[in-house]
């Protein structure tokens, strides 16, 4: 069996430091495109609970804004907020 001395060791640490600080950037590269968004059409803005049971969420999808009512019976949609001008 051959030995593995420091030298290919430290060869090997920076060749995998090399692979992966190569995927971090290929991966900071593809979001500033807009090709790697991870979940960036949907989204909760806000949750807030209104007793032990229920909670109301403000839910964002694709830009639009709509109140959710959770936790009773039954789920249901209270409606979708206007757009408002930015």
Do not use: S, Y
């Not at 839910?59 to 804004?65: E, I, L, P, S, W």
């Amino acid at each position: 069996m051959q030995e593995i001395g420091w030298n290919g060791l430290l060869t090997a640490a920076l060749a995998l430091a090399g692979v992966l600080g190569a995927l971090v950037l290929a991966l900071r590269g593809l979001r500033a495109a807009g090709m790697a968004r991870g979940g960036a059409r949907l989204g909760i803005e806000e949750a807030v609970a209104l007793d032990g049971r229920r909670r109301l969420l403000l839910v964002r999808c694709d830009g639009k804004h709509l109140l959710l009512l959770t936790g009773g019976a039954q789920d249901q949609v209270v409606g979708w907020l206007p757009e408002t001008q930015a």
